[in-house]
């Protein structure tokens, strides 16, 4: 019983220090918050915050992880009939409205932890739909396009609203994918050929 009180608390104490860093980051660039101001923002102790996280930095990992699950979990649960352009336009909305959160880690050293989550997020979910075993040159091209856009997106240099972008996204990443599925069947084809 007390285990599960203790549980309770700790979980209870991340989600604080959580919300304290947010609040932070939507007035401060992350290399400017340091680990005493999260504290005075959650009103707990230094020992407390290192109980918990070694630093900022891993703070900010374990935040966008839980963004990213979430994130996650919105496209795994959309329809399964809703087609790829509206797959992208969710991830988009999602972006979108966490927009300051993603922009402020673009910005700052959480970028390369950001580039990277996102980096494996997509492409293990498209090495699940699609096969690239013999084609990962494709693949990584169509991740990094994809984060780059995403970035571009957030920062605010590439402009219009999520759903164009969803369906130019879309249709760039479909002709590759197309490209990809003509070059296996003629590979097929000169195989059976022989």
Do not use: P, W
């Not at 285990?3 to 992350?30: C, G, P, S, V, W």
């Not at 009103?43 to 070694?54: A, G, N, Q, S, V």
């Not at 930095?57 to 963004?67: C, G, H, Q, S």
């Amino acid at each position: 019983m007390a285990n599960k009180k203790m549980d309770r608390r700790a979980q209870k104490t991340e989600r604080l220090i959580k919300a304290a860093f947010y609040d932070l980051l939507q007035q401060y660039r992350l290399k400017d918050i340091t680990v005493k101001m999260i504290c005075d923002e959650a009103d707990i102790e230094r020992k407390t915050f290192y109980l918990h996280y070694e630093d900022k930095y891993v703070l900010t990992d374990a935040l966008l992880k839980d963004y990213l699950h979430h994130l996650h979990t919105l496209i795994i649960e959309s329809s399964s009939n809703q087609d790829f352009t509206s797959k992208i336009n969710i991830a988009l909305t999602f972006f979108d409205k966490n927009r300051d959160f993603f922009k402020r880690l673009f910005e700052g050293r959480g970028s390369y932890s950001l580039r990277h989550r996102l980096n494996v997020l997509l492409f293990k979910r498209l090495q699940q739909i699609y096969d690239f075993d013999d084609d990962q040159a494709t693949l990584y091209f169509i991740v990094s396009g994809a984060v780059g856009t995403l970035e571009l997106y957030i920062r605010g240099i590439l402009t219009g609203n999520t759903q164009d972008i969803a369906k130019k996204m879309s249709h760039m990443i479909g002709c590759l994918l197309h490209d990809k599925k003509q070059r296996n069947a003629t590979k097929y084809l000169n195989i059976n050929d022989k």
